[in-house]
């Protein structure tokens, strides 16, 4: 009897979810140590106004272009301009919280290599915050350019940094709204197959775009997070799992019932 093995199917991995309460747990005390880490930078406004003028002196020794290009294409049209601000306002935590929700019940090895991921570069990030403050350049004299939330609205922040007790305003540098946009790019086009899956792209790109336009960061602050980004993905691997395999049921292929075969029948003739 002959045997016909079909080719082996993957099973999903399903078994890499970890429990959703402790995971709930980690993600909020995650966030609480953002908030608080933020906080924990304010004031340094000397120290903020000196680093935001390197910055920007540095950005033009080194060509890069002005923010206010951008800037200046948003002012154009001021449904444009409350839009920028709107994403930039809104998007950011939800958008990220539904990366990695889909992640968790779709793509659970790669939930937890995301997961890893932004928990290293946000607490990098972090560090940055306490060690380099940052005024952003919406509040630096010399880059002449708009404070577009508090002109146009919305805006996230308080009038002056000094009586914001929600975000720290010194905390330019690195931009985490890039910086996680970005992971959250790479995670889906890693943890997907569709041929559309490089326009996620499109999403860092427009938050790029946003907080450059809307003089909340700096292009240097997206370089060094994207900086910061690559280190952890080099040190961060994505696991590997052994693939498990459920092999179907083999095709049996059936003996001869009629008699020998012809060859034989025909050397018993002769």
Known sequence: MHTRSEPA??????????PLVRELLLIAGLF?????GRQAANGHVEEAFRNAGHIWNLERAVGLPGEGAVQGALLHSHTLVQAANTYYATVHFPATLAFLAWLYWRRPRHYVWSRRVLAALTGAALALHLLFPLAPPRM???????????????????????????????????????????????????ATRSRWRLLW??????????????????????????????????????????VRTRLSRPAVVPAQRYGPPAYARSGARR
């Open 140 to 190: 630096l004299r010399a880059a002449g350019l708009v404070d577009t939330g508090q002109v146009y609205g919305p805006t996230v922040y308080a009038d002056s940094p000094a009586t914001d007790s929600m975000a720290n305003q010194f905390a330019a540098m690195p931009s985490l709204h890039v910086g996680w946009a970005l992971a959250v790019a790479v995670g889906l086009i890693v």
């Open 32 to 36: 609480l140590v953002y908030k608080l």
């Open 201 to 242: 792209l499109l999403h860092p790109l427009l938050t790029l775009l946003v907080v450059v336009g809307t003089a909340n960061h700096y292009w240097l602050d997206a370089i060094v997070v994207a900086a910061l980004l690559a280190v952890a993905y080099a040190a961060l691997r994505l696991p590997r799992t052994p």
């Open 9 to 18: 199917e993957r099973e999903p991995d399903t078994s890499a979810r970890p």
